[in-house]
């Protein structure tokens, strides 16, 4: 079974400091993993999504993640925050084995960012 | 383009009554996924359409829960007798093929509220 965990269920920062939103995984098959943002009152956004090709992806609005299979770590990260940046974040997992992907979301983590 | 739209955005019914809670996905889109978020969790998979096929409808909660997509376009989810349990955010999401790896888009979702 897959199954994803985020280690943080708050991360704040000031902006323009780094950020670092925590995923593991666990996944029987070589999964495809995927990270969503979700401001208020708007829909799920994809930010970026990792399918067994280049292990450090590069996504939307500057945030990028790196695979780690030996570490079964996903996370999300940024350079120098924004406030537009102020969300919920989701890591996701999806067998890669089979066809269509039902989408497994952790928890979420809220990322606040302070002026 | 548009993208993925539902309707009512809000919902609230009375215990008991029966609701239906629609879904226009992205044109042209074979697959469709309906996700159930409660307050402060991430989305649950609920169903899944290829087309007008529904492939697997593990995830509804119970048998009070119903989906169709007759036409393989705009799909319908169907509460019956709803419980104060049901209150939740009901999202849709569709993709372009049935791929594992087809990237999602996702409604702003029907936040339903049973009294």
């Known amino acids: 079974a897959q199954s994803v965990t985020q280690l943080d269920s708050h991360v704040s920062v000031s902006e323009g400091t780094p950020v670092l939103l925590r995923c593991n995984y666990s996944?029987?098959?070589?999964?495809?993993l995927f990270w969503y943002v979700q401001h208020p009152n708007k829909g799920l956004q994809l930010l970026l999504k990792?399918?067994?090709?280049?292990?450090l992806v590069k996504g939307i609005n500057g945030f990028e993640a790196e695979f780690k299979k030996s570490e079964t770590s996903f996370h999300l990260t940024k350079p120098s925050a924004h406030m537009s940046d102020a969300a919920e974040y989701f890591c996701v997992v999806t067998p890669i084995s089979g066809g269509y992907n039902k989408l497994i979301f952790g928890a979420g983590t809220r990322l606040a960012v302070h002026p | 383009g548009a993208g993925v739209s539902q309707s009512p955005r809000y919902k609230v019914a009375k215990r008991g009554q029966d609701v239906a809670l629609r879904c226009d996905p992205i044109?042209?889109?074979?697959?469709l996924f309906w996700y159930q978020q409660a307050l402060g969790q991430g989305p649950e998979f609920l169903t899944y359409f290829q087309n007008e096929a529904q492939l697997d409808k593990s995830g509804l909660p119970s048998d009070r829960f119903f989906a169709e997509r007759p036409e393989g376009s705009v799909s319908t989810l169907k509460i019956q007798r709803t419980q104060q349990e049901d209150s939740a955010v009901y999202l849709c999401?569709?993709?372009?093929?049935?791929?594992?790896?087809?990237?999602?888009?996702f409604g702003p979702g029907t936040r339903l509220t049973v009294l």
């Open positions: 990792y399918t067994s090709a280049a292990t």
């Open positions: 999401a569709s993709s372009l093929r049935d791929r594992n790896t087809d990237t999602q888009y």
């Open positions: 996944s029987s098959y070589s999964p495809s």
């Open positions: 044109s042209g889109h074979v697959s």
